[in-house]
Each structure stands twice: as structure tokens, then as C-alpha cells.
């Protein structure tokens, strides 16, 4: 008798659970991820030099590169003004800038001041860009 009052219980347990489960609720609508966002304050473009020795030189700020170890890296503004790493390679100083050897071209967007709080896949909130600087 004992085992009849068990199954009983469970299933005075069981049958409201599993009704109250297959009701038709509406389910909670979830709002659009959106990618976070962050203010900078200046994106310059690479710029070139032309050098009569070497040919053409792309120069970036001092300001914008940052290391992670060994690697040399600045942030790249995209069409779409996401943030994300470029790794370059890069050779001696000029002034403030310093010459990109490889990873990037001409015209590309960088942002022109490092910031630890700066992440990949951001989104870029305000756009100030810097005009490009004749050298002569």
C-alpha cells in the first residue's frame, strides 16, 4: 500500500508539472544584439611619403601602434567603422610617425591614439578623421 501512495504523490507531482509545460505561451522577444560602441577620437589614414631612394614610405603615428610579446599592431577602421587588429611590421621612427614596412596600404583607416580599452569588433560611435598631412 505504501507503493500506491508513492506513485500517487508523483503523480499529483508530475501531471500539473507537465501540463503547466505544454501551454502555449508566448515566448519573451529578444532585442537585436547590438555590437558595442566606442568613441575615439582621431582615425588618420596611412599616409605615404615619397622618399627619392627608396620609393614611396607608409608612415602611421607613433601614437596609434601598440605591442602584444613581439608583435607590432594597430587598430584598422573597416567600411563597416568595426574595429580590428592589424599586425604589422615596421621600421624607424620620422618625427612622429613610424614607417610601416608591411601589413597595411595607403589610405587605410587607423585609430590615431592607442587605448587598452580599444577591441576588436567594436564599433567605431564618432568618426573624427584627421586630414592627411603633406610631407614635404
Known amino acids: 500500500?505504501?507503493?500506491?501512495?508513492?506513485?500517487?504523490?508523483?503523480?499529483l507531482v508530475a501531471i500539473p508539472l507537465f501540463v503547466a509545460g505544454c501551454g502555449n505561451r508566448e515566448e519573451p522577444k529578444k532585442s537585436?544584439?547590438?555590437?558595442?560602441?566606442v568613441e575615439v577620437g582621431a582615425i588618420v589614414p596611412v599616409r605615404a611619403l615619397n622618399s627619392?631612394?627608396?620609393?614611396?614610405?607608409?608612415?602611421v603615428p607613433v601614437s596609434a601602434i601598440f605591442h602584444k610579446g613581439?608583435?607590432?599592431?594597430?587598430?584598422?577602421?573597416g567600411?563597416?567603422?568595426r574595429l580590428s587588429v592589424r599586425?604589422?611590421?615596421?621600421?624607424?621612427?620620422?618625427?612622429?610617425d613610424l614607417v610601416v614596412l608591411?601589413?597595411?596600404d595607403k589610405g587605410e583607416l587607423v585609430v590615431g591614439v592607442y587605448s587598452p580599452a580599444l577591441v576588436e569588433g567594436v564599433t567605431v560611435k564618432k568618426r573624427v578623421t584627421v586630414e592627411d598631412q603633406t610631407n614635404e
Open 1 to 11: 500500500m505504501s507503493m500506491d501512495i508513492k506513485k500517487r504523490c508523483l503523480l
Open 32 to 37: 537585436p544584439i547590438q555590437s558595442p560602441s
Open 52 to 59: 627619392t631612394e627608396s620609393g614611396e614610405r607608409l608612415l
Open 70 to 77: 613581439e608583435l607590432t599592431g594597430v587598430f584598422v577602421v
Open 79 to 81: 567600411a563597416d567603422n
Open 87 to 96: 599586425w604589422i611590421s615596421t621600421g624607424r621612427s620620422m618625427n612622429n
Open 102 to 104: 608591411g601589413g597595411l
